[in-house]
């Protein structure tokens, strides 16, 4: 049985039209929690007081919580109506002094309503909490966290090699491999150890711990679901690109998952083998993606941007990249796939009450969708470079701007 959520005498409109004339968190929370068609981490802001409301509609299951097709002729799986929008989560000037959502998990196990069961990776989430948390902020110090390129993850990393129970296996592991393969695991191994997880796109040690990530992909999971080309690879190559991947579940616990086992070997293998082996891997894909000279080696020579038009034609690129799908600076690529960018942030703003005008923004691109247009690409090397523009709200200042000339389109008759 399949079940979507009723829309009748929905006020979803209205409530972004009502939330457009708020003139206070107050009144933006009220208007927000009536926003049922589309489910959002929205948050807002006036002069003195921040917010946080998740909008949408969401069913009372009676029993399961909808992962899987429930049989449509037993009544136990029927939804019980849906949750009171005042039981959605919020929050409204917490002691902490900011608010702020990357897609990661935002209630815990257990709440009294179900979500969802598909939350991105939380690294984006925490290293906001890193930098939002570090006292008093202006606009300088916002663009400064729109353009990080630090994950939390490589720490992670690094406490999963330190670990009591895996230093000494994974250092056996790595003294058991051939000659050549143990020298290219050490190699891996010290360079992540003292890799500080700024993945800059000049950033040799970037470029191996990715590689890292990549191989180690490969090494655990593409046994069982394997070949490449196989149905069941890419679709767990695409799952891992929408949710919190197996990937990192995986390398940061499941000691036990018998996914550690290699299929293709006679004996069994067990986590610190597998990491010893994806180690070793690591180097070997660079050597063949980026030379022998692993001092030149660059995370921005793997990892791209490239615009292209709706007919798939590239019309700016490719150009290196820095970051990833866990840093504030997003740059995604496709775990198991390659290091293409696939999701990056498209248009930026800020909003600053200390300022007669507070509103600064730029787009990725420029004027979008118009290849006949001067402006089509000129937006992408602000936003490459951090350059932002005002975009003024008071009419003396429209001018300056946007300029003299003025389209008005005007409705037939």
């Known amino acids: 049985a399949l079940q979507t959520p009723s829309f009748t005498d929905d006020k979803t409109l209205d409530a972004f039209f009502d939330l457009t004339r708020a003139q206070n968190v107050e009144r933006a929370s009220d208007a927000s929690r009536e926003i049922r ?25 009676r029993e399961g919580e909808g992962l899987l097709p429930s049989p449509g002729w037993d009544g136990r799986y029927d939804w019980d109506g849906y949750a009171d929008p005042m039981l959605h989560p919020y929050d409204q000037d917490p002691a902490q002094g900011w608010l702020g959502t990357a897609n990661q998990r935002v209630i815990p196990d257990g709440y009294g309503m179900q979500l969802s069961k598909s939350w991105a990776a939380p690294e984006r989430g925490e290293r906001l909490a890193e930098m939002a948390g570090s006292g008093k902020h202006d606009s300088r110090s916002v663009i400064a966290m729109q353009y990080d390129q630090t994950t939390t993850f490589a720490a992670k990393l690094k406490k999963v090699f330190e670990a009591p129970g ?34 800059s796109p000049t950033s040799a040690d970037a470029a191996i711990y990715e590689l890292f990530l990549q191989e180690s992909m490969k090494q655990i999971f593409l046994d069982e679901l394997g070949p490449e080309s196989s149905p069941a690879w890419k679709a767990f190559v695409a799952n891992g690109d929408l949710s919190y991947a197996a990937q990192a579940d995986h390398l940061l616990g499941r000691e036990d998952s018998p996914f550690w086992d290699d299929l293709r070997t006679p004996q069994k293998e067990d986590k610190s ?63 198991g796939q390659d290091f293409v960018t696939t999701r990056a942030p498209s248009m930026r703003f800020i909003v600053d009450f200390g300022q007669s005008e507070p509103l600064m923004a730029q787009n990725g691109t420029g004027q979008s969708g118009n290849p006949l247009s001067p402006n089509y ?31 008005t389109l005007t409705p037939g008759k």
């Open 37 to 61: 068609a589309i489910t959002l981490n929205l948050v807002f802001a006036d002069a003195s007081n921040i917010g946080w409301q998740v909008t949408g509609r969401f069913p009372n299951r």
């Open 166 to 199: 895996m230093k000494q296996p994974l250092k056996q592991a790595i003294d058991a491999l051939p000659d050549a393969e143990r020298s290219k695991a050490r190699e891996a191994f010290t360079r992540l150890m003292a890799f500080d997880g700024k993945l």
């Open 273 to 335: 083998v597998i990491l010893a082996r994806s180690l070793a891997a690591a180097i070997t894909a660079g050597d063949s993606q980026l030379g022998g000279d692993h001092r030149a080696w660059q995370w921005g020579k793997l990892h791209s941007y490239a615009w292209k038009n709706s007919n798939g034609q590239t019309v700016r690129g490719p150009l290196a990249a820095g970051g990833d799908h866990t840093t504030l600076n997003s740059s995604a690529f496709a775990w």
């Open 377 to 407: 690409l000129n937006g992408i090397d602000a936003w490459l470079k951090g350059q932002y523009i005002g975009l003024p709200m008071q009419p003396q200042n429209f001018d300056r701007v946007y300029g003299k000339t003025r389209l």
